[in-house]
């Protein structure tokens, strides 16, 4: 099956680091540029980061950028999140997910999302 | 930043009807070199991840029924579900990937009336 299937997240207090992993299956990873997308609970969707299929370009939002950074290891069809710094504000939901570059950045596929919650 | 606003914020519909949800970009998200408009149409139902049902403004996912339609004027942007059904009750989301970084929509939620 083509999947994406997220882990890593937990209960962490603030200040403390996480890091997330999206394993992917079924599909060519390498062909894809991945993101990973949060929502806090009852809220909407927040995208955080951006990585292109061989890594040569990546994003993120103001929100994360310089505590959390995105990689990718083609070998293992798997993308990651390490989290630093970790603040209350950042208890979510998380998701990782696929686009196609030639069709820009709309990801058409996702996780199932792992939860990570800051609280002391 | 591209500031994406939706209205309304919630609908109810009754089985059969139409909705009609609107997104507003703050600035042009047109790729001119391929003429798309970079506007995404996410649907969430209770307790589930995003499923992808609009991309480039207008083009239907595959496997995405037809009463999905996405439209495009300028900066505006809509999705309207017709003969809505009782599985089509979700929040939906539009999305810009024109430009990093990409930004949501606050979301409608569509439910039975």
């Known amino acids: 099956d083509v999947q994406l299937v997220e882990s890593g997240g937990g209960l962490v207090q603030p200040g403390g680091s996480l890091r997330l992993s999206c394993a992917a299956s079924g599909f060519t990873f390498s062909s894809n540029s991945m993101s990973w997308v949060r929502q806090a609970p009852g809220k909407g969707l927040e995208w955080l980061a951006y990585?292109?299929?061989?890594?040569?370009?990546?994003y993120y939002a103001d929100s994360v950028r310089g505590r959390f950074t995105i990689s990718r290891d083609n070998a293992k069809n798997s993308l990651y999140l390490q989290m630093n710094g970790l603040r209350d504000e950042d208890t979510a939901v998380y998701y990782c997910g696929r686009s196609w570059e030639v069709r820009g950045s709309d990801l058409d596929l996702w996780g199932q999302g792992t939860l990570v919650t800051v609280s002391s | 930043d591209i500031v994406m606003t939706q209205s309304p914020d919630s609908l109810a519909v009754s089985p059969g009807e139409r909705a009609t949800i609107n997104c507003k970009s703050s600035?042009?998200?047109?790729?001119?070199?391929?003429?798309?408009?970079?506007v995404a149409w996410y649907q969430q139902r209770p307790g589930q991840p995003p499923k992808l049902i609009i991309y480039?403004?207008?083009t239907r996912e595959s496997g995405v029924p037809d009463r999905f339609s996405g439209s495009d004027s300028g900066t505006d942007f809509t999705l309207t579900i017709s003969n809505l059904q009782a599985e089509d009750v979700a929040v939906y989301y539009c999305q810009q990937y024109y430009s990093s970084p990409w930004t949501f929509g606050q979301g409608t939620k569509v439910e039975i009336k």
């Open positions: 480039w403004a207008s």
């Open positions: 600035r042009s998200v047109l790729y001119h070199s391929n003429n798309k408009n970079y």
């Open positions: 990585i292109s299929s061989i890594s040569t370009t990546i």
